[in-house]
């Protein structure tokens, strides 16, 4: 009978993967009346936030990786990245290109490096567990201006998610901190893509170039679609609403409105829609909204994370630095929000 019960979990283990798409699949034929919209609505997010907001990024990384600018950043910032977070001055580059542009940007120089040899296995997982972040763009303009109708919060949501994210760099610096890697063999041909950029080369680069971001944000564009088609069952079959049921003790224990529940739980499956759900819900203590925002603005979300995974996938570098980082970066941001909330009267929202 044991053996018996065994074999049944094995077999469940072996296909539980398979059964969950055959359920999605017929979710999506059950549903397909409230899907349309959702399916729609994601894609009008890709299209109109997405591609115009990442895509030169990622096609402006993808140029830079032709040029001498990294090698002459790693020279110029060697001397701060090395004591702060443990990382040859080339890893300024992901640094500065994951603040300024928005997630995944991060995590794709951060697998570029690896694949180029730039930097080692473990301080390219020390870049991924840090430089991967919500871009200015988003957190300013989307969150604070759109969600909040109010520049300050974002203004507010920034300064603490670049806190955090320097503050999760230097706890990593000690990641593996005396397991010394072999180079990675890439199964990419490598000689393009170390050429410098001349004016003889200058159009077969910009294709190269263009032609990897294309493929980048059209994954992108992929999972904010599935994941707005999943939060879209999810809500009409009353599967969010019950599992929100099961928090609203802990919530009543903490003095937090139930009305969050279902946000937080969006949130954790997918950052956009979480985050706008959060700032629509109407309390007379804003700074529990924005503390949220704060977090999920840091950890990301589901989605941030298979995509990060979809690009990771490619080299030897472990997943595990970047979900333990993130879920640090939402408890920091979160936190120092709460500091400066609480502490700086300019930026209590509160009524």
Not at 78 to 95: C, H, S, T, V
Request: glycine share 6%; net charge positive; hydrophobic share 50%.
């Amino acid at each position: 009978m044991f053996i018996k019960q065994n074999f049944y979990i094995i077999k469940l283990k072996r296909n539980i993967l398979p059964l969950i798409f055959v359920i999605f699949t017929l979710c999506l034929l059950l549903f397909s009346k409230s899907n349309l919209p959702a399916i729609k609505s994601g894609l009008a997010l890709w299209a109109n936030s997405v591609v115009p907001s990442l895509f030169p990024f990622f096609v402006a990384t993808e140029l830079l990786m032709h040029t001498n600018v990294i090698s002459q950043l790693g020279i110029l910032l060697n001397r701060f990245m090395k004591p702060l977070f443990n990382i040859r001055g080339e890893g300024a580059f992901a640094f500065i290109m994951g603040i300024i542009s928005g997630y995944p940007v991060g995590a794709k120089i951060a697998s570029n490096f690896r694949e180029n040899n730039i930097c080692t296995k473990e301080e390219c997982e020390r870049l991924l567990s840090f430089t991967n972040n919500s871009g200015p763009l988003f957190i300013i303009g989307t969150v604070g201006i759109l969600m909040f109708k109010n520049t300050t919060i974002g203004i507010l949501l920034f300064i603490t998610h670049i806190l955090a994210c320097v503050t999760v760099g230097f706890i990593f610096r000690f990641w593996k901190y005396k397991h010394v890697s072999k180079p990675y063999k890439s199964s990419k041909k490598l000689s393009s893509q170390n050429n410098s950029v001349s004016f003889s080369n200058l159009g077969e680069v910009l294709s190269e170039s263009i032609t990897s971001a294309i493929s980048t944000i059209l994954v992108i564009g992929g999972f904010i679609v599935i994941f707005s088609s999943i939060i879209s069952i999810l809500k009409t079959s009353g599967i969010l609403q019950f599992c929100s049921s099961i928090f609203v003790p802990l919530f009543n224990f903490i003095n937090i409105d139930n009305s969050f529940i279902q946000p937080i739980l969006t949130g954790f499956l997918e950052i956009t829609n979480g985050i706008s759900s959060i700032s629509s819900i109407v309390c007379k203590k804003l700074s529990i909204n924005i503390i949220l925002s704060a977090f999920f603005l840091g950890f990301g979300g589901l989605s941030i994370l298979l995509q990060v995974l979809s690009i990771t996938s490619k080299t030897d570098l472990s997943i595990k630095p970047y979900i333990y980082g993130k879920f640090l970066h939402g408890i920091f941001a979160a936190l120092y929000t709460y500091l400066f909330i609480y502490y700086l009267p300019f930026f209590n929202f509160d009524l």
